[in-house]
């Protein structure tokens, strides 16, 4: 198939747009000094805290994500484009309005944070809430990629083994997830690359305690302020991150 040569104008300008500031993240890296601007002791709490919470998230996403994008995908039921829509919101959300809207739920005065400050579960402002914040932004990434794995997947084979006499869960466990395996290995990547980069939920509802709260994305935006060179160096350590990470989406979808 031959396409119209005006097509790779805009597309090599696409591509520049997005590679040209990578290459200024790397010009400006201050490599002398590498080493020991992403190990200091602030930055070691930072990456730890954003691995620790992020590996948490991806977890809650997976145990909530699945039964969802599987609902989502294998039942019709009245509602369930509002229901789809809802549960996608936070793809389209500013990511500080979500940190509000947990605030307003999870909060010393929140929906239910008032009632769990009764019984001495603090929420708001804790390692807790920056794992809650992330789930609240990763959790559509998870459902999106899996329920279109779902329905490209087809019920077919799931037809069969209940016809055979296999029962639901046996069906569910031992056919659907097996056949969507490289779609939900996929979305558990994304899911955690997008916990890993979380920002405006997070210092809405968790703020920044250094140590408990302060992610890498956070001590990155402060160090910006006072060190622009840490910024700079840290902002490298995630750019690589988002490369792995995207890789290995690419090769569970290719799988």
Do not use: K
């Not at 005065?109 to 402002?125: K, P, T, Y």
């Amino acid at each position: 198939m031959s396409l119209p040569r005006w097509l790779f104008v805009p597309a090599a300008l696409g591509a520049a747009f997005v590679l040209l500031p990578l290459a200024a993240i790397l010009a400006r890296v201050p490599w002398a000094d590498f080493p020991t601007l992403i190990t200091s002791e602030s930055s070691r709490a930072a990456l730890g805290l954003s691995l620790r919470t992020s590996a948490t998230s991806t977890v809650l996403c997976v145990l909530l994500g699945v039964p969802m994008a599987t609902v989502l995908a294998r039942t019709r039921f009245r509602g369930q484009g509002l229901l789809r829509s809802l549960v996608l919101l936070p793809l389209v959300l500013p990511p500080v309005v979500g940190g509000i809207a947990l605030l307003y739920t999870f909060g010393r005065r929140g929906l239910l944070g008032e009632h769990l400050e009764v019984l001495g579960i603090q929420v708001a402002f804790s390692t807790t809430a920056v794992v809650l914040a992330q789930t609240f932004v990763a959790l559509p990434f998870l459902v999106v990629s899996l329920e279109g794995a779902l329905r490209t997947a087809g019920q077919r084979y799931e037809v069969v083994a209940a016809s055979l006499g296999a029962g639901p869960t046996t069906v569910f466990r031992r056919i659907t997830l097996p056949l969507v395996l490289p779609g939900l290995l996929s979305g558990t990547v994304l899911a955690f690359a997008r916990s890993l980069g979380e920002f405006g939920a997070t210092i809405t509802f968790a703020g920044s305690l250094e140590g408990v709260t302060r992610t890498l994305p956070l001590e990155i935006y402060l160090l910006r302020e006072t060190d622009v060179d840490g910024a700079v160096a840290l902002s490298l350590v995630l750019v690589v991150v988002a490369v792995l990470v995207i890789g290995l989406a690419r090769q569970g979808r290719a799988q």
